[in-house]
């Protein structure tokens, strides 16, 4: 039988989020989202941990070579965030800057999204797990050749330990609680999912009156 399954919230306490290799080369790569769609899902991402203030460590690998220079809305969103540029390390987790801005976040659970899913992502998050690390991957804003791929990855990286989420979950599961900050998550989540401006329209409407 197995044992009953133990239901690990996300802290926003206790978690930091690790984005890997969003670089312009790589995500030309990436043909399991609509492009448009898979820009929207990491900036919605990126945009979660600035809201939650959650330490966020950025990375790229090889990127004066073919994969490119991290995509600029990131370094945006993130001016003093720590930065690591890899020389040439495919799994961040070789490299031992990113490894240290890791610890020094002093946190023990993982968010981590990254280009591409079956190698950036896998490769750490299956290393974060080995060293102890709870890990929980955003799977809509990583991305990968096409979908029998992406699951192969889902599949390794769960059967591992770790869970699959996507950036909306994330959000909701940091928040907790509506009434924590109702306008601010609710602005976050209008500006990158059209269709829940219409919610929060008829909210503030309300609330108004």
């Not at 059209?194 to 609330?207: E, V």
Request: hydrophobic residues 45%; glycine residues 6%.
């Amino acid at each position: 039988m197995n044992a009953p399954y133990e239901y690990r919230r996300l802290s926003k306490d206790d978690a930091a989020m690790l984005l890997v290799d969003h670089q312009s080369g790589l995500i030309s790569l990436v043909q399991d989202y609509p492009p448009g769609e898979f820009k929207n899902n990491i900036l919605a991402l990126a945009n979660v941990a600035k809201f939650f203030n959650l330490p966020t460590v950025l990375t790229t690998s090889f990127e004066n070579g073919p994969n490119g220079p991290l995509v600029p809305e990131l370094k945006e969103i993130f001016p003093d965030t720590p930065y690591i540029p890899r020389p040439g390390q495919i799994n961040a987790w070789d490299n031992e800057d990113f490894v240290k801005a890791v610890e020094n976040t002093g946190r023990k659970q993982l968010i981590i999204a990254g280009v591409v899913t079956d190698v950036c992502v896998a490769f750490v998050a299956l290393s974060a797990l080995e060293a102890g690390y709870e890990v929980f991957v955003v799977t809509d804003a990583s991305g990968t050749f096409n979908e029998e791929v992406r699951y192969a990855a889902w599949s390794r990286m769960s059967n591992a330990g770790a869970q699959m989420m996507n950036w909306f979950s994330v959000a909701c599961e940091l928040h907790r609680d509506w009434r924590n900050d109702i306008e601010g998550l609710g602005n976050l989540l209008s500006n990158h999912i059209p269709a829940y401006r219409n919610l929060i329209t008829s909210y503030l409407a309300i609330a108004k009156k």
